[in-house]
């Protein structure tokens, strides 16, 4: 038992489009892509193995059903995860998850919130997550007959709709929405000049200051910042993807495809100052990154990759095979993981369509730009700034500022009458449901409870009554001192 293996693994296949060959070892297994079809196995579908290196035949059914193909490929991502620490946590002690019970459950809550052995402890709202994620497989479990009961232990409450709803008595309490923080406009502009640019306090850029990719990250950064965008749906944009700005275009509007998008395909607007900072990125930093690994032949030996063609309206990409065969796809159905394979051929040599590259020229996967504000906030911290900032953080407090503009804009500010506001809102709707689309939310309601929760109760027409301020930013400063969950700098 000394060797045995504990830790559960997840895989997830490459896209291959041609599927790649499969090994001559099986190509003779003349069933095999007719059971694939059969048991709805595509590409990317999630593989997961035990420690002994076999799957879970229910557990896999699981995951190619509707229960879990319906939710977006980030919640998939976070629930692979959970469901991975949870079979691990029940392998050492010799449990099937199907045979689980109601003390394994307190015994993981535990062990992943309290147990002083784990380094790894995770807030109230981290450990709802997965448990979430756990009692939809049970529930399934449940509806298939796979299982006779959950250990997910439940009790019924009145929902904030009036309705009776059933939820986990695991469930933490201590978690609340408004928990999470906020920017205002001024203190983002400290915190990237410090963290990402390389600046002091006195906006001087530091001797010792080393950046080679400041120029990326700050252009990373602001688009977050100006347009409210997921850190996928930002991180896996493509170069023909970034909108351009016509004369007296102050906000132009790109899409995010559906392949990369929490549910859909959505319009999505940026400041043309954040496209400015791109624009100047592509043709600084990574356009030097671009010719490096030419020089060096970097792209030659990438596998899988794809020279693609673009179509002249930028919505369709063609490509060829080894043998010849002719491919097409839309752009709007390639996903994060694929779009790092693309390379168009240029005067120079191949480029990658990607917009966000490494020092190296390679195309980044979204998830390492946590990296780079960890390092971020660790500078400011360094300099003594009291300001940190993830890249959700830079969506919410969009959101916020937004909220605000928004009802500036209908406000007495403007000299607008009663009845000239009414119609505003009548042709345009109240500054939630603008905010929901800008976000591109399903609900109002979620906008409310948890992106904009602290000024849920806040009537901001108040705001106008005292004095009028100078622009919108300075209701934003007033709602970070009133509400004290937005972070903010001392002047």
């Given amino acids: 038992m000394?060797?045995?293996?504990?830790?559960?693994?997840?895989?997830?296949?490459?896209?291959?489009?041609?599927?790649?060959?499969?090994?001559?070892?099986?190509?003779?297994?003349?069933?095999?892509?007719?059971?694939e079809r059969r048991l709805r196995f595509d590409a990317g579908t999630p593989i997961v193995l035990n420690p002994e290196g076999l799957c879970d035949p229910v557990f896999t059914r699981f995951l190619n059903s509707g229960s879990f193909r319906s939710l977006a490929r980030g919640s998939q991502d976070s629930y692979l995860i959970d469901y991975r620490l949870y079979f691990t946590f029940l392998w050492t002690r010799d449990t099937d998850w199907r045979d689980a019970t109601a003390d394994d459950i307190d015994d993981y809550e535990h062990w992943r919130r309290r147990d002083a052995d784990n380094p790894g402890k995770i807030s109230g709202g981290r450990w709802n997550r997965g448990l979430a994620a756990i009692t939809r497989l049970y529930d399934w479990a449940i509806g298939r007959g796979e299982i006779s009961s959950s250990p997910v232990l439940k009790r019924r409450i009145i929902g904030y709709r009036g309705f009776e709803i059933d939820v986990p008595v695991a469930r933490s309490t201590d978690y609340r929405p408004s928990d999470v923080k906020w920017m205002t406009p001024r203190a983002y502009r400290l915190w990237r000049d410090v963290g990402l640019r390389g600046y002091d306090n006195a906006g001087l850029i530091r001797t010792a200051w080393q950046g080679r990719c400041d120029g990326r990250d700050v252009a990373f950064a602001d688009l977050l910042s100006e347009s409210g965008l997921r850190r996928r749906e930002a991180g896996a944009q493509l170069t023909i993807e970034i909108p351009t700005a016509q004369p007296g275009q102050n906000y132009p509007h790109g899409w995010v495809a559906t392949a990369i998008a929490k549910r859909s395909r959505r319009y999505y607007w940026v400041s043309r100052k954040a496209l400015s900072e791109i624009a100047s990125y592509c043709e600084?930093?990574?356009?030097?990154?671009?010719?490096?690994?030419?020089?060096?032949?970097?792209?030659?030996?990438?596998?899988?990759?794809?020279?693609?063609?673009?179509?002249?309206?930028?919505?369709?990409?063609?490509?060829?095979?080894?043998?010849?065969?002719?491919?097409?796809?839309?752009?709007?159905?390639?996903?994060?993981?694929?779009r790092r394979l693309l390379y168009v051929n240029t005067a120079r040599g191949l480029e990658p369509l990607a917009l966000w590259l490494t020092e190296a020229g390679l195309p980044m996967h979204y998830t390492t730009w946590n990296n780079t504000f960890r390092k971020a906030n660790e500078r400011c911290k360094a300099a003594g700034i009291e300001l940190w900032c993830t890249p959700k953080m830079l969506r919410h407090s969009f959101a916020?500022?937004?909220?605000?503009?928004?009802?500036?804009?209908?406000?007495?500010?403007?000299?607008?009458s009663a009845k000239e506001r009414d119609t505003l809102r009548e042709l345009y709707g109240d500054a939630w449901a603008l905010v929901k689309d800008l976000l591109g939310h399903r609900s109002v309601e979620l906008t409310k409870s948890i992106y904009l929760e602290p000024v849920r109760g806040l009537s901001l027409e108040l705001m106008f009554v005292d004095e009028d301020p100078e622009d919108a930013s300075d209701l934003i400063v007033r709602v970070a001192h009133d509400m004290g969950l937005v972070l903010d700098i001392a002047l």
């Fill in 2 to 35: 000394a060797n045995r293996p504990s830790e559960w693994l997840v895989l997830r296949p490459p896209h291959s489009d041609p599927p790649t060959p499969w090994p001559k070892e099986i190509a003779s297994w003349s069933d095999i892509e007719p059971l």
């Fill in 284 to 338: 600084t930093t990574r356009a030097e990154a671009v010719q490096s690994a030419q020089r060096f032949r970097r792209y030659d030996g990438i596998l899988d990759k794809k020279v693609v063609i673009v179509s002249p309206d930028k919505k369709t990409l063609y490509w060829c095979d080894d043998l010849g065969r002719e491919f097409r796809m839309s752009v709007d159905l390639i996903d994060a993981e694929q």
């Fill in 400 to 416: 916020l500022r937004m909220l605000i503009q928004i009802q500036y804009a209908f406000s007495r500010s403007l000299d607008l």
